[in-house]
Every structure is written in C-alpha cells, then in structure tokens.
C-alpha cells in the first residue's frame, strides 16, 4: 500500500515534470501540439552506454558511469510509456552484450559493441539514442552535450534534443551539436538516425552529485522524452 503510494506519487511527480517540460518546448514549435504520441510512431532505441566489466567513465565518488546511463535509460522508457511510447532497450541491467565466445575484456568490449550495432540495425525505421555521461581532466565544465552520428536526420534530431535540454533544464548551456568523433564504434556503424547525449559532466561536483540523483534523473528522462515526443517534424 506504501510503496503504491511512493510509486503513484513518483509517477506523479515525473507526469508534472514531462507537462512542464512539453509546456516549455511549446513554444519552440512552430505548429500547436497535437498528442504527440499519435505523430511519434517510429521505434526508438535506447542504448544505456557500457555496462557489466565495461563500467566506462568513473564519477568523482566512484560510481561507474554504466550504472548512471541506465537509470536514466529506464526512466526515459517509464515516461515515454506514459505517452504509449514502447522504446527497444539495448540492455535493462549492469550487463555486457558480447558474445559468450569472447575472452578477453578487449574481445568482450569488441562483440559487446558488434551486437549493439546488430541490435540497431535488427529494427526496421528505427532510431538511436544512446545516452552517456561525460568527463573532463579538471572539474570546469558542466551541461550536457549532444552529438549526432553521420546518418540522415541525426543532426536535426541533436539539435532539437539539445535545444531542448537548453530551454527546459539548463537555460545557461550554450554547447553546440557535434558530428560524433570517427571513433566512436555504434554512432558510426548504425544506418538509422543517431544520436549520443552526454548528460552531464561527472568530473564537475555540483553535476556529478546531480546525476546520481533520483529526481534529477527523471528530469533529465522528462525533457529527453519530451524532445522524442516533439521531434517529428525534425527527424521524420
Ligand atoms: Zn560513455
């Protein structure tokens, strides 16, 4: 009975916030809103970045950067699913995706991200969103930052997600969209529109503490969403 009520009440709280957010990118529309679901019909993939032996970046507490990527890709699929959006999640626990004939954590990392490409490409009309968190050798910088992979409607797609991050949740970040570095292996080997949001900083303090934050991780996933739910004319 509590923990329905806990969960009704967070429920509740993310539907205000996506509300908030939607209200916020209203205005960057050039048309009214319509349901947006009802014109956001195109599988989305959701790529939470690294997972199992492959952590990837380590916060300023220690806390890996897997862990942080997937919760915020499991409260992306929570509130998209309150707008009948039903997105493919590359993974849904602290797993790797490599084959169980590789070895070596090299060989591992390698077939781990084989598989995702695979994955991707597996879904028909589909689209990437890999979402990661990002470092810097000094504490300095802050915002999350957008990138788009060379493919059709990917830039567009990083712009809108990134204004919308700028309009609803961080008014002072002025970052610019950036074609993904080549080496980068997914965002260069998937066909479909893709892009890779870097969250936030886990190498600043005040950020990192924000990112390891519940309700700052459903604000996050409530202006994301609401960016996938506003896109169709951007990426269609
Ligand atoms: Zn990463």
């Known amino acids: ?22 209200g916020r990118l209203n205005h960057l529309m050039e048309t009214a809103m319509e349901p947006a679901a009802v014109r956001q019909t195109r599988p989305l993939v959701l790529d939470a970045g690294h997972g199992g032996e492959d952590g990837g ?21 929570d ?31 390698r077939s781990d991200l084989k598989n995702r490409v695979a994955a991707v490409e597996g879904v028909e009309g589909g ?3 890999s979402i990661h968190q990002n470092t810097y ?8 930052h957008v990138f788009y992979a060379p493919t059709e409607h990917s830039r567009e797609l990083a712009e809108h997600v990134q204004s919308s991050i700028k309009a609803a949740l961080q008014q002072d970040n002025e970052r610019a969209v950036k074609q993904i570095p080549d080496t980068v292996y997914i965002m260069n080997h998937v066909t479909c529109p893709a892009i890779l949001i870097e969250c936030g900083f886990l190498t600043n303090p005040e950020e990192e503490a924000l990112l390891r934050d519940d309700s700052y991780q459903r604000q996050l996933a409530a202006v994301i969403a609401a960016a996938w739910l506003t896109a169709g004319e951007t990426a269609s």
């Open 1 to 22: 009975m509590k923990k329905g009520v806990l969960l009704a009440g967070a429920l509740l709280g993310t539907m205000i916030l996506l509300a908030l957010a939607l």
């Open 57 to 77: 970046a380590v916060s300023l507490t220690g806390t890996p950067e897997s862990q942080i990527n997937l919760a915020i890709v499991l409260k992306l699929r």
């Open 79 to 109: 509130v998209l699913g309150l707008y009948g959006v039903d997105p493919i999640l590359l993974r849904e626990e602290d797993i790797s995706l490599h084959d169980s004939s590789a070895e070596t954590l090299r060989e591992k990392k």
């Open 127 to 129: 689209t990437l969103l």
């Open 137 to 144: 050798p000094s504490g300095k910088y802050h915002g999350a």
